[in-house]
């Protein structure tokens, strides 16, 4: 996916000078190589321990000497003209701080989460319980991806798709780095929140366009990565408890608890009421998830030893 990532970015250059780093993430599977062997104009960072997204994409920004940093995961594909397209309208709308990509899945479709609004309580219940995705259209369940738009237009929008951000890099000086007590999600909300409340504008644009082979780079397969699941709900804690308070940051916490309740109930009974050996498989590791997901959000970080899990951000 690097590989793949590196080479669009060359293939579809801007006009501009430009540079390309990469924070090599502890990798074990010959990415170093392939980079110093491949693209020897990569400007490359080696971390001894794995760190965070923000962290990683911190590291970049520090070393970058652009008037813009355009912030990438390594599942991504630059769409020809993309880059020129988003220069050039940051060169012309200095109001703005960050431009959000449009980022495609490789079917196509565009990934409803490259321009949304920021998330709230309401917001999360109704991505957990899967009503946003049943009525994509409607302005309540919809409201945080704002799936009833089609992305085909230039607006503002609250935040952006993390992987695929255009940073201006005086506006970036203001507002200070991306936050690193966050490891994993809630990390583009937290910046743009930043942004807005130092006046300057978060904008999404169709025509900067980028396939996201969305999920790759964390998909591991087999058992599902619970690590990475506990990053994001103690992500969302963080972030409700800065910007709405300790009292509704609580409220989110118990409204939580309880949908996983919900789950891990109703999974558990679902695997008496079948006898096929693979849907019951599959109906362990949703009960095991909603299980992992309830104990976080009634014990907190105590639950990692049950499930054999590392501490926050090893």
């Not at 960072?45 to 920004?61: F, H």
């Not at 009833?148 to 780095?177: L, N, P, S």
């Not at 082979?213 to 699941?229: A, D, I, M």
């Amino acid at each position: 996916m690097l590989d793949r990532a590196l080479d669009s970015i060359y293939r579809n250059a801007p006009a501009c000078d430009f540079e390309v780093l990469v924070v090599d993430n502890a990798s074990t599977d010959g990415s170093l190589e392939m980079i110093r062997t491949k693209y020897p104009r990569v400007i490359l960072t080696v971390n001894e321990q794995r760190l965070g997204y923000p962290a990683n994409s911190n590291i970049n920004m520090r070393k970058a000497q652009g008037e813009y940093c355009l912030v990438l995961n390594e599942d991504i594909e630059i769409l020809p003209n993309s880059l020129d397209i988003g220069i050039a309208y940051m060169d012309q709308h200095q109001e703005i701080g960050m431009l959000g990509c449009c980022m495609l899945l490789p079917n196509g479709k565009v990934m409803y989460t490259s321009g949304r609004h920021f998330p709230t309580i309401s917001t999360q219940v109704f991505g957990w319980t899967t009503l946003s995705e049943r009525f994509p259209h409607s302005h309540l369940f919809g409201h945080e991806l704002m799936s009833y738009w089609a992305h085909d237009t230039i607006r503002e929008v609250d935040t952006v798709q993390e992987a695929g951000m255009f940073v201006r890099r005086t506006a970036m000086e203001q507002v200070g780095m991306m936050d690193e007590n966050l490891f994993f999600c809630f990390d583009g909300p937290e910046w743009t929140q930043r942004f807005w409340r130092s006046g300057w504008q978060v904008v999404f644009h169709p025509g900067v366009q980028i396939i996201h082979y969305h999920g790759q780079s964390s998909n591991k397969g087999g058992r599902p990565n619970y690590f990475l699941l506990v990053e994001a709900l103690r992500s969302g804690q963080y972030y409700f408890n800065i910007y709405h308070g300790w009292f509704y940051a609580l409220a989110y916490r118990m409204v939580m608890a309880s949908i996983f309740l919900g789950y891990s109930v109703k999974h558990t009974l679902s695997i008496f009421l079948t006898h096929d050996q693979n849907q019951r498989a599959a109906r362990h590791s949703r009960r095991e998830t909603a299980l992992v997901t309830l104990m976080w959000y009634l014990g907190g970080d105590g639950m990692l030893k049950l499930f054999k899990l590392p501490p926050h951000g090893k």
